[in-house]
């Protein structure tokens, strides 16, 4: 297995969807030289405390273990990530289920077919300097805010609580910032007042002092408070196409993921961490574990969609998207997510 790092896609969405046809060959599993299925995966961020489950499932060794050749690219942006796919460059994505809503409003079929987690596992952070004047979404008006690119999840999490608290999204400033180091500077130089991200980067700016914590989506009950219920998150989303295609090939890969989140379950945030490469915890691993601890219940054991969650997210979508609100009577969740590949390994 490889990982690859893979910079930004700078493609828009609807040159993707036109390059689709052209890209027949992501329909379907290819065979590797070691002669297994050879799948490719973008993951929104190696690194990011969210998508562990995709290193770690590598780590573990369950990608071999169902005979599996998996490459995993890592592309900072779950909305690149998504434009990959949709474009054919990369045959499945371990991302927000979020998108999956996102692209049936804009007529693409993307299928979760592995839940990890029914939380988003993120936080708005203000920095400290800003803590007095950014009490609450309301105080968004008016400020430059974080995200890690437009149209990413990040950016909609941002968006839904602005639109909760009566701040339109054209009421703030949204500033692509990426994560981790970039983000830090961001809040450094006043090139942000608040933002939208994740451990460890979280863990980082609250341990120095440089951040509060506003908003935390890392908890079932930060989450439901607020954004009114459920937001599913971290999953495993392919073209509806490929599922249909390559059935055994998706089976494989959900008898891998869930096996890694069975594990995950059975283990403390010290043995999790301890498997995880070492530059991950960019030289603190102390701060590495306490990132695990501090996110790593945002994820489930046995992969399944919460169906109140899964309705949840298109309400908060609808509040606010432009794309998804005009068409929210005709999306068909059913599509969007299926339980049958987890349901599956469950009994193996």
């Not at 190696?46 to 369950?62: H, R, V």
């Not at 995880?276 to 306490?290: C, E, H, R, T």
Request: aromatic letters at 6%; one cysteine or more; glycine letters at 10%.
């Amino acid at each position: 297995m490889k990982i690859r790092r893979i910079a930004g896609l700078a493609a828009a969405l609807t040159l993707a969807v036109a390059g689709t046809a052209a890209c027949q060959d992501s329909r379907v599993a290819t065979t590797g030289a070691n002669g297994k299925p050879h799948v490719t995966i973008m993951v929104g961020g190696l690194n990011k405390i969210i998508y562990l489950p995709a290193t770690l499932t590598q780590q573990l060794g369950n990608f071999t273990a169902q005979g599996l050749d998996v490459e995993l690219q890592d592309e900072q942006s779950g909305a690149n990530a998504e434009t990959a796919l949709v474009a054919g460059q990369v045959q499945g994505v371990v991302g927000f289920y979020d998108h999956t809503i996102d692209l049936q409003a804009k007529g693409q079929c993307i299928q979760s077919v592995v839940q990890m987690a029914n939380i988003p596992g993120e936080a708005e952070v203000v920095s400290t300097a800003n803590a007095d004047k950014i009490t609450s979404a309301a105080d968004f008006a008016g400020k430059k805010l974080g995200v890690t690119s437009l149209g990413s999840s990040t950016d909609f999490l941002t968006k839904a609580l602005a639109a909760k608290a009566g701040v339109g999204a054209d009421g703030y400033t949204p500033v692509k910032v990426g994560a981790g180091q970039t983000f830090i500077a961001s809040l450094d130089n006043g090139g942000i007042d608040a933002g939208m991200t994740t451990d460890p980067t979280i863990a980082s700016l609250t341990s120095t002092g440089k951040a509060k914590v506003l908003y935390d989506l890392r908890t079932v009950e930060g989450t439901k408070a607020a954004l009114g219920g459920l937001y599913p998150a971290t999953s495993l989303y392919l073209s509806c196409e490929f599922v249909k295609q390559n059935h055994d090939v998706v089976q494989k890969l959900a008898n891998a993921f869930v096996a890694t989140l069975k594990w995950i379950s059975q283990h403390t945030p010290e043995e999790i961490a301890a498997k995880m490469p070492p530059s991950y915890g960019g030289g603190d691993p102390a701060l590495y574990v306490k990132s695990v601890k501090d996110s790593i219940g945002m994820f489930n054991a046995d992969g399944k969609m919460d169906p109140s969650g899964a309705r949840n997210a298109l309400e908060v979508l609808a509040s606010f998207s432009t794309n998804v609100k005009p068409r929210k009577d005709s999306i068909d969740l059913s599509r969007t997510y299926t339980t049958e590949f987890v349901d599956a390994a469950g009994q193996g």
